[in-house]
């Protein structure tokens, strides 16, 4: 019985030491031969010499901010004894994207991650005194703080965060005058970046990009550029989430008007779908109501063209009944021609389409030309004239039953703006689900001549609502 005990003992420990011999591969197929070890010890690239973890199996090797990692070379490379690499020094690859480099002795091999990380400066967050968050725009690189106007900013004290390895000046924790805008120098070995902050003192935002994330830099990209256009482009914007909203931690008395665009990668058709995507709008809805009952106005744009049914404008079963996801924003679709939509009759001269750039067809409102990368996505209405399946016979039974009012439509017989106008000295509610209306892109949109409408139509969109 005994004899029997030790051999599965050790049949045990081989089964073991088999099992986590070269651990840092799923694939790893070792053998039994486990005196030999398969570890990196040296790995350069273009002479810029590698951090080796050998725990995780990954290689980093840092290079100067804007240098070119399509081509680089193998300058150096070593194993432990007895092993070799499947990359050998001299050998040129591509590390714009992580490499693999495998280590074999017989039948052992680890698979190391080779990755290539570009040295940065970046302010990854900014607070002063404790309590007012600054809005970084990585693309100008500004930030602005909002403070009160009872708080003295001749001495405020920042506290800042970094990329890993960088520095800043003024220090983090040092007190600084902010009477003008003042410049924090990032640097890191070869990178520096220079960000403009600006302080602004305000008891209450007039206008309010609303969202679910914490802040503004955990929004989607999508969303992300239009909440920071509008806090570049609307005096005394802010930008406050829905459980500031909720908790009553943003003053909101001087407040016009917020706006929602809520954008996700999947496709919300019905208000489940919507409540559980944005689990922190429908917490804060008794908030936003009473903000709408006292006069608030709300645009909606997007998916967020779901919450006048939340809000009690409409009946909860009244829902944009025309909705999808084209494509996610990171596989586009590459439009091959001008995007549009189609001025209601009736409705040509409204404010939103004031100052627009025209197209080849005046009643039509253009949002983008050949060439632009477009997610298409939409919460439109359609009427029974297009869809059989539609609740709506017409668009007089669809304003009957939803109780707004048609501004344009995409293909006939579909709503894509609309308005709730006010009653009983509640707010006006304007919403726009057009697949058409879209801003950010990963192509270059920089020459688009009709791009620039989606800015111009949402400042008309505000300063309709704040009744200017």
């Keep these: 019985m005994k004899q029997i005990i030790r051999q599965f003992t ?41 951090v080796i973890d050998n725990t995780t199996c990954t290689v980093v090797v840092g290079v100067p901010e804007s240098y070119n990692t399509d081509e680089m070379k193998v300058t150096a490379i070593e194993t432990s004894e007895s092993a070799v690499a499947s990359m050998r020094a001299g050998d040129v690859a591509n590390f714009s994207f992580p490499q693999t480099v ?70 983090s924790g040092q007190a600084v005058d902010f009477t003008n805008p003042v410049e924090f120098t990032v640097t890191c070995q070869s990178a520096k970046t220079v960000y403009t902050v600006t302080v602004i003192q305000s008891d209450s935002p007039s206008a309010v990009y609303v969202g679910l994330a914490a802040t503004i830099d955990e929004l989607n990209p999508e969303e992300k550029e239009a909440a920071n256009w509008m806090l570049q482009n609307v005096p005394n914007a802010r930008y406050v989430s829905f459980e500031e909203v909720r908790t009553n931690a943003v003053d909101l008395d001087e407040c016009k008007v917020m706006w929602w665009h809520f954008h996700v990668d999947e496709t919300i058709d019905n208000v489940d779908n919507f409540r559980n ?65 189609v001025k209601q009759t009736g409705h040509e001269n409204h404010p939103i389409y004031a100052n627009l750039v025209s197209g080849a067809e005046a009643n039509r409102v253009y949002t983008c030309d050949t060439g632009y990368g477009i997610t298409n996505t939409t919460a439109q209405w359609i009427t029974k004239e297009k869809e059989d399946w539609s609740t ?60 620039g409408n989606v800015a111009t139509m949402t400042l008309n969109a505000i300063n309709y609502l704040k009744g200017e």
């Design 277 to 341: 995507r944005a689990a922190d709008a429908i917490s804060a809805s008794t908030s936003m109501k009473e903000f709408y009952q006292n006069g608030g106005s709300l645009l909606l744009t997007r998916y967020a063209t779901f919450y006048p049914a939340v809000l009690g404008v409409t009946d909860e079963s009244v829902f944009p009944n025309n909705c999808w996801l084209g494509r996610a924003e990171s596989n586009p679709e590459i439009t091959t021609g001008a995007w549009s939509f």
């Design 392 to 451: 709506y016979i017409d668009y007089n039974d669809w304003r009957t039953k939803t109780g707004a009012i048609d501004l344009a439509y995409g293909d006939p017989n579909t709503v894509v703006i609309w308005e709730f106008e006010p009653k009983d000295n509640k707010g006006r509610i304007l919403c726009i689900g057009s697949g058409c209306y879209d801003w950010y892109t990963t192509t270059d949109a920089s020459n688009d001549q009709y791009h």
């Design 10 to 50: 050790v049949l045990f420990l081989v089964m073991a030491v088999v099992i986590t011999t070269g651990g840092c591969s799923d694939d790893n197929k070792s053998s039994l031969q486990l005196d030999k070890d398969v570890w990196l010890t040296v790995f350069e690239l273009d002479s810029y010499p590698g």
């Design 102 to 171: 495998r280590v074999t002795s017989g039948n052992t091999f680890l698979d190391y991650t080779v990755t290539v990380k570009h040295d940065e400066a970046r302010i990854t967050s900014f607070e002063l005194n404790g309590s007012y968050k600054g809005i970084i725009n990585e693309g100008n690189h500004t930030i602005l703080v909002y403070v009160p106007t009872t708080v003295k900013v001749t001495d405020l004290i920042p506290a800042i965060e970094v990329s890993e390895g960088a520095e800043v000046s003024p220090l």
